[in-house]
């Protein structure tokens, strides 16, 4: 058994530690100023860092480390993960980038084009997060009325379209969404490989069009026997088109020496949790978020009160945002939960601890190596890989 583990690639600045949560000194998304890192203040000047300084030596810790490669994630208060890959493929060798988009904002001919750009000048190294969208302000900001369910329907087009066009032949669609006559790339660009596809929802849409497309389903982390559940349905449904998909889950990590010095990193960070945003409500239409909701009790008194089981912590969105379950405890513990995750059938990892440049190093060495059940998928550098034709 082979798992694939990435890292994730902070898309918006980063804090020192959950002890500062407010503050994103990493980076020049909080300001420029005393105490920060790329760029910092010397003198009352700026060193020239920019952020993409600090992204890249986030990707580089993490491949040094040992992740296959780093998901980029995409916000409308985030980078261009589209951008930024291609910047940071050439501060990497083997590195992956999952770069996560939402279809439909983009024209499949455009994203076929860049996609096998990067793929040519990557040596293959881009990998898809593709993303439907949870509706509410999110959704607004990319202008996008599109209803839920519809929402899918246009990604299945999308991803119909964009595998037409991969494959070099004169290719014809007329769908509800897009449309393209005797579209083809061309012959350079139509040889390089597919990226692979994640693909997350927890909806009935989102399942419907995973089972056409993805190659992993993705999930956040959820408790054990909800996650084991949810992918059953998952492989059900695939399984009614002939298709067999790989599953991976992201999953935040606060790893420590000890229990106790875990959960002590997780008390100071807990000091500065607002209880009227711990009790609300998730935003938008996303049967997902909703999901997580529902397993955060209404009274919050402490942080042990969001342990669902062993490890299994639903308090890192109260924490940084983002999203809500993540594992807590010593190294040893971490690679057991991990473990038990890969006997649920697990294929691939997302892993991300903040601050990330430390983390990536601290994950890499502390936890990983403890993981007893699987051997790591071998990165192969991008001059092994790189297109001779
Ligand atoms: C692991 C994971 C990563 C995600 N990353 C992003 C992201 O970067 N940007 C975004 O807008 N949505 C992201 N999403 C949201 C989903 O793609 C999806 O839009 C949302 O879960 C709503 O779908 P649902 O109602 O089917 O659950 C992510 C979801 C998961 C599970």
């Given at each position: 058994?082979?798992?694939?583990?990435?890292?994730?690639?902070?898309?918006?600045?980063?804090?020192?530690?959950?002890?500062?949560?407010?503050?994103?000194?990493?980076?020049?998304?909080?300001?420029?100023?005393p105490g920060n890192l790329?760029?910092?203040?010397?003198?009352?000047?700026?060193?020239?860092?920019?952020?993409?300084?600090?992204?890249?030596?986030?990707?580089?810790?993490?491949?040094?480390?040992?992740?296959?490669?780093?998901?980029?994630?995409?916000?409308?208060?985030?980078?261009?993960?589209?951008?930024?890959?291609?910047?940071?493929?050439?501060?990497?060798?083997?590195?992956?980038?999952?770069?996560?988009?939402?279809?439909?904002?983009?024209?499949?001919?455009?994203?076929?084009?860049?996609?096998?750009?990067?793929?040519?000048?990557?040596?293959?190294?881009?990998?898809?997060?593709?993303?439907?969208?949870?509706?509410?302000?999110?959704?607004?900001?990319?202008?996008?009325?599109?209803?839920?369910?519809?929402?899918?329907?246009?990604?299945?087009?999308?991803?119909?379209?964009?595998?037409?066009?991969?494959?070099?032949?004169?290719?014809?669609?007329?769908?509800?969404?897009?449309?393209?006559?005797?579209?083809?790339?061309?012959?350079?660009?139509?040889?390089?490989?597919?990226?692979?596809?994640?693909?997350?929802?927890?909806?009935?849409?989102?399942?419907n069009a995973a089972g056409?497309?993805?190659?992993?389903?993705?999930?956040?982390?959820?408790?054990?026997?909800?996650?084991?559940?949810?992918?059953?349905?998952?492989?059900?449904?695939?399984?009614?088109?002939?298709?067999?998909?790989?599953?991976?889950?992201?999953?935040?990590?606060?790893?420590?020496?000890?229990?106790?010095?875990?959960?002590?990193?997780?008390?100071?960070?807990?000091?500065?949790?607002?209880?009227?945003?711990?009790?609300?409500?998730?935003?938008?239409?996303?049967?997902?978020?909703?999901?997580?909701?529902?397993?955060?009790?209404?009274?919050?008194?402490?942080?042990?009160?969001?342990?669902?089981?062993?490890?299994?912590?639903?308090?890192?969105?109260?924490?940084?945002?983002?999203?809500?379950?993540?594992?807590?405890?010593?190294?040893?513990?971490?690679?057991?939960?991990?473990?038990?995750?890969?006997?649920?059938?697990?294929?691939?990892?997302?892993?991300?601890?903040?601050?990330?440049?430390?983390?990536?190093?601290?994950?890499?060495?502390?936890?990983?190596?403890?993981?007893?059940r699987a051997r790591f998928?071998?990165?192969?550098?991008?001059?092994?890989?790189?297109?001779?034709?």
């Amino acid at each position: 058994m082979t798992v694939d583990v990435y890292w994730r690639i902070g898309m918006g600045g980063d804090h020192a530690s959950l002890r500062t949560p407010k503050v994103r000194n990493r980076g020049d998304w909080g300001g420029v100023g005393p105490g920060n890192l790329a760029p910092a203040v010397r003198n009352g000047q700026s060193d020239g860092y920019a952020y993409i300084d600090h992204a890249a030596a986030v990707a580089r810790a993490s491949e040094a480390a040992g992740f296959l490669g780093g998901l980029l994630p995409s916000f409308p208060g985030t980078e261009d993960p589209w951008a930024l890959s291609a910047a940071l493929a050439r501060e990497t060798t083997s590195y992956r980038f999952m770069v996560a988009f939402q279809p439909g904002f983009l024209n499949p001919l455009q994203a076929a084009r860049m996609s096998a750009s990067l793929q040519r000048a990557t040596g293959g190294r881009l990998v898809y997060n593709i993303i439907s969208g949870g509706g509410g302000p999110a959704q607004l900001w990319w202008g996008d009325q599109v209803a839920h369910d519809d929402r899918y329907a246009r990604t299945s087009e999308f991803l119909e379209v964009l595998k037409g066009v991969w494959q070099g032949e004169p290719y014809d669609f007329d769908g509800r969404f897009f449309r393209t006559g005797g579209a083809a790339l061309p012959p350079r660009l139509a040889g390089e490989p597919f990226p692979e596809i994640y693909f997350s929802g927890s909806s009935a849409a989102a399942v419907n069009a995973a089972g056409l497309h993805a190659d992993y389903y993705l999930s956040w982390l959820e408790p054990f026997a909800d996650l084991e559940r949810k992918f059953a349905g998952v492989r059900e449904h695939a399984a009614k088109l002939g298709r067999v998909p790989k599953f991976a889950v992201r999953i935040d990590v606060l790893a420590r020496h000890t229990e106790e010095a875990a959960w002590a990193e997780i008390e100071k960070g807990w000091q500065y949790v607002d209880p009227a945003v711990a009790t609300r409500q998730a935003q938008g239409d996303s049967v997902g978020a909703g999901r997580i909701k529902g397993w955060v009790p209404a009274t919050i008194t402490g942080y042990r009160d969001v342990e669902v089981q062993p490890n299994v912590w639903a308090g890192f969105s109260l924490l940084r945002g983002g999203p809500a379950f993540g594992l807590v405890g010593s190294y040893e513990q971490v690679a057991q939960r991990l473990d038990e995750l890969l006997d649920l059938g697990v294929d691939a990892f997302i892993l991300a601890g903040n601050p990330h440049l430390e983390e990536a190093y601290r994950v890499g060495e502390e936890v990983l190596p403890l993981l007893g059940r699987a051997r790591f998928t071998r990165p192969v550098p991008a001059r092994e890989t790189v297109s001779t034709r």
